[in-house]
């Protein structure tokens, strides 16, 4: 079968799929920030609203690395300030509105309303506007307006709940999944209404709650609600969260960790074939899948045993050579240099004016004949306020002045 690159190569070269689309971006931290960053990063147009001091994530402190997240997410965009509490930078807000597509905010709900720039009014001034809101738990029902973070949200998930070891407290997810699963559903959701006004609709207002697009992660987990047993602890550690796979599970090597799952009793085989025990394979014990969850402690005795004797790599190796579900757990820094990562241009190493050298990445996103865009720092803080205000509303250099004297900007 010939590769999705070459595939790929021979694509005549297309517009970006989001180009000529504007977005006014009012969003911050993690969750809305990187829906837009998708949205630039596929050819969008990206005006990111911030206040005179700049938007949270970018005062974070940079010496310890705070700031980074910051550059990830916000490259490719534009940036102007805007005191939306002033009478006058709401009026600059909803002037630009009326040449926007798109405006996205994940500000606690009620407070673009109380700010006077909501839904309601910006379709006054652009009726085919698509509003997009992002927040922990929606626009709407008892949790509204509860605090929302993603360590919140991944307590009130359940995400917490069943995370971590069967006799320890329960842990948060490493990574800030509930921002990320948020943002890209507020991102999807985004796409699917411009589709939606392309062929002949309306704009429309999107209400995406972080709690409501990690639930459907938790799949597995809720599967053993509805199990014929009732011994199944609510976390498993490193096992499946059903515990109706196995071997399912994190194994000690040498030199580290190694990930190791069998989906089926042909991985299974497999797995003996690799190990060099063709004598377990009749093994009544351990036949079948549900043979082998029943027998799951001396399965994963069986395979530590093994794996303890052996690096990461030369267990990856053969592993994979058998075919079998596998990869060595990975240090961040050996994430970053991923050389696979690299060769596909997902990471990229960058000079940035503000945190120096650093590595970043693109879109996961990736069509064909439509190449990804020059990759642009994330911008300084209201650098494009004299390119967007006057050139898209065409603000004078002395009302310019008079907006920074006043505060405005």
């Known amino acids: 079968m010939e590769s999705a690159a070459n595939v790929a190569g021979r694509q005549p070269k297309r517009s970006a799929p989001l180009a000529g689309v504007t977005v006014l971006d009012l969003t911050q931290i993690y969750n809305g920030p ?16 911030e206040p005179r001091e700049g938007e949270f994530l970018r005062r974070r ?13 916000n490259a490719n965009k534009r940036s102007i300030t805007l005191d939306l509490k002033a009478a006058r930078g709401r009026g600059l807000f909803l002037d630009l509105v009326r040449g926007a597509d798109v405006v996205v905010e994940n500000f606690a709900p009620g407070v673009v309303d109380r700010l006077g720039i909501g839904y309601e009014a910006t379709r006054e001034r652009n009726p085919g506007i698509v509003y997009a809101s992002g927040s922990g ?35 948060k997810a490493g990574a800030a999944i509930c921002d990320f699963f948020g943002g890209v559903h507020l991102y999807g959701a985004i796409a699917t209404a411009l589709f939606h006004r392309a062929r002949g609709g309306e704009g429309c207002y999107i209400d995406v709650a972080m709690l409501e697009a990690v639930y459907p992660s938790l799949a597995s987990n809720i599967g053993s609600i509805y199990s014929e047993r009732d011994d199944l602890p609510p976390r498993t550690g490193n096992r499946h969260g059903g515990l109706s796979l196995c071997p399912y599970n994190v194994y000690q090597a040498a030199d580290g960790y190694i990930a190791i799952i069998c989906n089926s009793d042909k991985h299974w085989q497999a797995l003996l074939a690799a190990m060099a025990r063709p004598d377990i394979a009749a093994a009544e014990s351990f036949r079948t899948m549900r043979d082998r969850v029943a027998h799951m402690e001396e399965v994963d005795a069986l395979v530590a045993t093994w794996t303890r004797t052996r690096d990461r790599k030369a267990l990856f190796d053969l592993l994979v050579e058998h075919r079998v579900p596998c990869a060595p757990v990975r240090e961040l820094r050996e994430a970053v240099d991923d050389p696979h990562l690299r060769e596909r241009g997902m990471l990229l190493e960058v000079d940035h004016p503000t945190y120096g050298r650093i590595v970043v990445c693109r879109s996961p996103l990736n069509y064909a004949g439509m190449p990804q865009p020059e990759y642009r720092v994330s911008p ?28 405005v900007i």
């Open 380 to 407: 300084a803080c209201g650098a494009d306020n004299a390119a967007i205000l006057g050139g898209r509303l065409g603000l004078s250099a002395a009302e310019l002045d008079e907006l920074r004297r006043d505060n």
């Open 137 to 171: 738990y929606g626009q709407t029902g008892p949790y509204r307006s509860y605090p929302a973070m993603d360590l919140t949200v991944q307590a009130m998930s359940g995400v917490m709940s069943v995370t971590g070891f069967a006799d320890a407290p329960p842990v």
């Open 34 to 49: 990187y829906a837009t960053f998708l949205m630039a990063m596929a050819g969008a147009e990206v005006i990111k609203v």
């Open 61 to 73: 402190d940079a010496r310890s690395g705070a700031g980074v997240p910051f550059a990830m997410l």
